[in-house]
């Protein structure tokens, strides 16, 4: 299943529910490929900076981070953008450590790594960048099922434990022409410090507190269950496992074919995840951060009819001054390839929604004002 062009265009229409000011815009939306030669245009500002990049963290975004990096390098034969994919938790503390030039990642920074965030950098603090629209699919694999649609009381009790096979009378009641087997339920949840965990869990928990009593948190506080490493690891693991269901950013589901289940929303609805349905709970974001610091806030209980509430934004998380000046033109023509409009069109083949144009001018007026 890929993004139709009505959810890209609605995803980029979403211009006026934020209270962000738009700084600029973008207008062509074609990736340049001269390689090696450099190009700059309103939509592609890409200037060919030279060297190497080195940055970690969030599988959410791998897929998106790969589209950026071919796309670019295509067009800059001296760039080398190395991206390692090995969690969010992960990639800031590599941020932290100074071992990488940015991080990856679905969760802000947390209270105590902010100020060790901030002493990295020096001379201005860490700041985060919204780089992609990234919904969170609730795939699972249940032989002779399909269309599989959930309340969201019902997904916080089976990822509770509270129900644990899919005959079950909630599940029952979500489905009533299907036929469910009594299989037994395999829950699946990430092993590795992840922003997606960090983001379902606080789905969970805002939706149904009653019966999600673990908190949130970038590792796994839940029951019981399968651990795999990384999104891909959940992939391949529900890709052939009978009766097992898990989450994972919504461009593994459609790299791996899985089933994706309807989710209710706040209108009372069971919403299918495609670009429009998850642009339009974006759309309810709000900022929390304050300055450059572009946090966003998702309302899981948004009532916009057909919103599919299950969504994270991901951050790129830099530093606002203090980058290594040998870096930093490479840091900030890379980062504005992928804020543009081209960049943001570029990662809806695997998977993306693109940010509302308000929110994407914010982040590239952001990424032009780095020292």
Known sequence: MKLQRHGILAGLALTATFALAACGSDNNTTPPANAGGGSSSASNPIACASGTLNAAGSTAQQNAINEWVKDYQTSCSGANIVYTGNGSGAGQQAFISGT???AGSDSALTAAD???????????????????VGPIAVVYNVQG???LQLKPATLAKIFAGKITTWNDAAIKADNPSATLPSTKILTVHRSDSSGTSDNFTKYLGTVDAADWTFGHDKTWKGPGGDAEKGSDGIASLLGKTDGAIGYVEWSFAQADSLNVAKVGNGAGEF??????????????????????????S?????????AYPIVLVTYEIVCEKGNDATKLP???????????TGGQQAITKVGYAPLPDSVRAKVASTVSNLS
């Open 271 to 296: 919403a299918t995840l495609d670009g429009d349905s998850a642009g339009k709970t974006i759309a309810s974001a709000k900022t929390t951060g304050s300055g450059d610091d572009m946090q966003l």
């Open 114 to 132: 902010q100020p060790k965030a901030d002493a990295r950098c020096k001379t201005g603090p860490a700041i985060h960048l919204p780089m992609a």
């Open 298 to 306: 998702i309302d899981y209980n948004t009532t916009a009819a057909g």
């Open 145 to 147: 099922v399909t269309n």
């Open 330 to 340: 490479l840091l900030k023509d890379f980062l504005s390839y992928t804020a543009s």
């Open 100 to 102: 990488a030039d940015f």
